[in-house]
Structure formats: structure tokens, C-alpha cells
């Protein structure tokens, strides 16, 4: 009924920039909170940063604060992770998910997931 299709993501040196994309299909998601989450190999997946509706709501990791953003465009249906200061413990893979409450996708427990973006720090 509904997917999340992230895009952006490959190798990047660390210090580099990097812009993650997430663009919804099937159903329009343009007041749906939405967020980014992140798993590195033998880790559990862990919460990036999260967006209401209207873009005001905003929340982050405190290992992504002051280096990653995130912004969306309803119009598109899309959400944006711009990385900034990249580091090799940024390295993982980094789903795209959306929900009807932000709170719900602060605790990682959304309703809608993507397939994931491998982003890759190398020092």
C-alpha cells in the first residue's frame, strides 16, 4: 500500500557530507511525522532524528547533534538527512520511516519502514 524508498547513500571520507533522501509512494504521507534510523553491523537499530508534519517538531540523536539535519518536503512526499562532519562511526545502514505520531517514532516503533541506504565512513 505505502513505501519508503531511500536513496543517497555510498562512501564518503570521514569529515565529508552526505545527503540522504526518502520519498513516499502509494499513499500520501504529508502529514505524517517521519524520521531516520541508522544499524551497524551486530548493533541494534538506533533513532537518528525525527520531523513533524509541519516541520516545526524536531529531534535528534545526541551522537548527531550540531552535524546531521533533517527537513522534509511535503510537496515531494520526501524527508532529508543532510550529514555533515561525517565519521567512521557514522557507518551503517540508515532506514527512512514515517508514522502517525512522532512520539511513536522517537521509541522506534513506526509503522512504516524502508528498505535502508548503506552509508559508509571511511577515515
Known amino acids: 500500500q505505502v513505501q519508503l524508498v531511500e536513496s543517497g547513500g555510498g562512501l564518503v571520507q570521514a569529515g565529508g557530507s552526505l545527503r540522504l533522501s526518502c520519498a513516499a509512494s502509494?499513499?500520501?504521507?504529508?502529514?505524517?511525522?517521519m524520521g531516520w534510523f541508522r544499524q551497524a553491523p551486530g548493533k541494534e537499530r538506533e533513532f537518528v532524528a525525527a520531523i513533524g508534519w509541519g516541520g516545526v517538531n524536531i529531534y535528534y540523536a545526541d551522537s548527531v547533534k550540531g552535524r546531521f539535519t533533517i527537513s522534509r518536503d511535503n510537496a515531494k512526499n520526501t524527508v532529508y538527512l543532510q550529514m555533515n562532519s561525517l565519521k567512521p562511526e557514522d557507518t551503517a545502514v540508515y532506514y527512512c520511516?514515517?508514522?502517525?505520531?512522532?512520539?511513536?517514532?522517537?521509541?522506534?516503533?513506526?509503522?512504516?519502514w524502508g528498505k535502508g541506504t548503506l552509508v559508509t565512513v571511511s577515515l
Open positions: 502509494g499513499r500520501t504521507f504529508s502529514t505524517y511525522p
Open positions: 520511516a514515517a508514522d502517525g505520531r512522532i512520539a511513536r517514532i522517537r521509541e522506534g516503533v513506526v509503522e512504516y
